[in-house]
């Protein structure tokens, strides 16, 4: 009988898998659908989605996961940040942005990987190879058109908003994107070296 840690995450992270696939097939099955559509049609399911994601920084801290605490917080905090407090609260910038659609079918795409692998891999289950490579080789273009867009749409907030706390706030933000967005990439990149290349020497032994 799986233990109910196992049966949880698995739980979890089908249920995100899932969500992120929906948003991800609904931009890829009408690509020409106008930004302002996307937006009415996937702003409400991508904050929530996102909004759940929450739960990992607890995940991280009680050792359900691996993950590392500070790596994880960083990369949900900025997340949230920007469905909320950019997306939601500027829909006059997001909304006719096609940078708005853009970073979602970036997120959705390497989301909907990223919780696949995870929903097996907390099941125990043999990971396949075509899906261990989707996910840590997928962000090598998935992440510079994301972190791009999510960039310029808080920029772009930046702009139209009126309260100097925010636009403090907003300047404050864009001006981590420097060092983090290296920070990310690096780690991913160690990621992606240490799990493939174990992944290979695996295969070599057996």
């Known amino acids: 009988m799986p233990s ?7 739980t979890y992270n089908t249920i995100n898998a899932l969500l992120w ?6 931009i890829a099955l ?25 739960l990992e920084i607890l995940h991280a801290k009680l050792g359900l996961t691996r993950s590392p605490i500070f790596t994880t917080f960083t990369q949900i ?5 920007q469905v909320w407090a950019i997306n ?17 079918l970036a997120w959705s795409f390497a989301d909907a990987i990223r919780y696949s692998y ?13 899906l261990r490579w989707l996910r840590y080789s997928l ?3 998935l992440y510079p058109i994301g972190i791009g867009s999510e960039w310029w749409l808080m920029f772009q907030a ?6 100097l706390p925010v636009q403090l706030l907003f300047v404050f933000f864009l001006g981590l994107y420097g060092p983090g967005s290296p920070m990310m990439y690096s780690y991913m990149v160690k990621q992606r070296q240490k799990t493939l290349a174990g992944g290979k020497e695996r295969k070599e032994k057996k």
């Open 77 to 81: 905090f900025a997340r949230s940040v």
């Open 139 to 141: 962000f090598l273009i």
């Open 21 to 26: 696939l929906y948003i991800f097939s609904s």
């Open 88 to 104: 939601y609260a500027y829909p006059e910038t997001s909304s006719p942005s096609p940078a708005y659609k853009y970073m979602l």
């Open 118 to 130: 995870f929903a097996v891999l907390s099941a125990g289950a043999p990971v396949p190879s075509f």
């Open 30 to 54: 009408f690509p020409f659908q106008s930004p302002q559509t996307t937006y009415a049609t996937l702003e409400p399911w991508t904050r929530w989605t996102q909004t759940i994601a929450i």
């Open 4 to 10: 109910l840690r196992t049966t949880y995450l698995v």
């Open 158 to 163: 930046l702009r139209v908003t009126n309260s």
